[in-house]
Nanobody, 126 residues
C-alpha cells in the first residue's frame, strides 16, 4: 500500500498563498500519476489538479487554473500544490491521491485514483 501524508494546510486570508505537500512512503512513487482533490463541508469531493508520472503533463480544474500549480519531485517522493490568490470558496479539506498507474484515462476523475491521504484542512477567510 502506498501511504500518503499531506501537510501545509491552515488558515489564510483571501488573496494569500499556501503550499501543500504530500509525502509518499514507497520508492515506486515515480510509477504513479498523482492528483489533488478537495471537499468542502456538505459538498462532493472534486478534482483540483493532477500530474503525470514524470511531471511532464499537468491538469487543472477550471476553478483553480492560473492560481494553483502542481509539481512533483520523484527523488524526494513528494508532490506539492502551490495555491496563490486564494479565495473563500477554496476552503475545503484537501487530499492527495495516487493513481492506478503512470497513465490514466482521465487525470481529473476521482475513480482513477487508488490510494488516498487523510487530508489537510485549508480555510480562507474573507
Amino acid at each position: 500500500q502506498v501511504q500518503l501524508v499531506e501537510s501545509g494546510g491552515g488558515l489564510v486570508q483571501a488573496g494569500g498563498s499556501l503550499r501543500l505537500s504530500c509525502a509518499a512512503s514507497e520508492r515506486t512513487f515515480s510509477t504513479y500519476a498523482m492528483g489533488w482533490f478537495r471537499q468542502a463541508p456538505g459538498k462532493e469531493r472534486k478534482s483540483v489538479a493532477a500530474i503525470s508520472w514524470n511531471g511532464g503533463s499537468t491538469y487543472y480544474a477550471d476553478s483553480v487554473k492560473g492560481r494553483f500549480t502542481i509539481s512533483r519531485d520523484n527523488a524526494k517522493r513528494t508532490v506539492w500544490l502551490q495555491m496563490n490568490s486564494l479565495k473563500p470558496e477554496d476552503t475545503a479539506d484537501y487530499y492527495c491521491a495516487a493513481g492506478s498507474g503512470p497513465i490514466l484515462s482521465d487525470y481529473l476523475h476521482e475513480g482513477e485514483y487508488k490510494y488516498w491521504g487523510q487530508g489537510t484542512q485549508v480555510t480562507v477567510s474573507s
